[in-house]
T-cell receptor, first 117, second 114 residues
Framework: AQKITQTQPGMFVQEKEAVTLDCTYDTSDQSYGLFWYKQPSSGEMIFLIYQGSYDEQNATEGRYSLNFQKARKSANLVISASQLGDSAMYFCAMREAYSGGYQKVTFGIGTKLQVIP | KAGVTQTPRYLIKTRGQQVTLSCSPISGHRSVSWYQQTPGQGLQFLFEYFSETQRNKGNFPGRFSGRQFSNSRSEMNVSTLELGDSALYLC?????????????FGSGTQLSVL
């Protein structure tokens, strides 16, 4: 089974509108972390937002918020007031601890967001 | 601080050749991990190094190898290149070993195998 599932290969949004990018995850761990990264055409992955499995409140970072529904194992990214510069690939990722005390990060296949003027 | 630096930015090789990619992490970061990114596959984990030791390895053939030096710089080597190795190879570093520690990525090396 896929650890991280992103079902939207591509999304369009009108400038200044809000958009939600979907992410579901699969883990049997109680302690894990969820991340969203943005990858513009330049290639560099940029950290956007983090949600811990024990965090009761949804994370927010400026125009980004993470809609965390633990029971449904979903961690959707919400971008408010979209800007042209938001056009990029967006990746959902999960960090889990594994034996030896180390951690492993698994990424989804990404969603390509295009913001229309 | 300077960001994660990957060199070269672009590489063109032919089948059967070998290639070495380089990654310099952010100063002070001891963990370096490598990912292969291809369209439709997302990022596939290759391996992670910490203080010159490989801590974890993804499901890639033995043709893919890496190492880390005492200054935390890391190299990744792919021998006997195949067409399917064409991808963007990303390197990431991190500071601490906590679940909320984000990864800092380089701009990647775009490898094309002809």
């Amino acid at each position: 089974a896929q650890k991280i599932t992103q079902t939207q290969p591509g999304m369009f949004v009108q400038e200044k509108e809000a958009v939600t990018l979907d992410c579901t995850y699969d883990t049997s761990d109680q302690s894990y972390g969820l991340f969203w990264y943005k990858q513009p055409s330049s290639g560099e992955m940029i950290f956007l937002i983090y949600q811990g499995s024990y965090d009761e409140q949804n994370a927010t970072e400026g125009r980004y918020s993470l809609n965390f529904q633990k029971a449904r194992k979903s961690a959707n990214l919400v971008i408010s007031a979209s800007q042209l510069g938001d056009s990029a690939m967006y990746f959902c990722a999960m960090r889990e601890a594994y034996s030896g005390g180390y951690q492993k990060v698994t990424f989804g296949i990404g969603t390509k967001l295009q913001v229309i003027p | 601080k300077a960001g994660v630096t990957q060199t070269p930015r672009y590489l063109i090789k032919t089948r059967g050749q070998q290639v070495t990619l380089s990654c310099s992490p952010i100063s002070g970061h001891r963990s370096v991990s490598w990912y292969q990114q291809t369209p439709g596959q997302g990022l596939q984990f290759l391996f992670e190094y910490f203080s010159e030791t490989q801590r974890n390895k993804g499901n890639f053939p033995g043709r893919f190898s890496g190492r880390q030096f005492s200054n935390s710089r890391s190299e990744m080597n792919v021998s006997t290149l195949e067409l399917g190795d064409s991808a963007l190879y990303l390197c990431a570093s991190k500071d601490r070993e906590s679940l909320n520690e984000k990864l800092f990525f380089g701009s990647g090396t775009q490898l094309s195998v002809l």
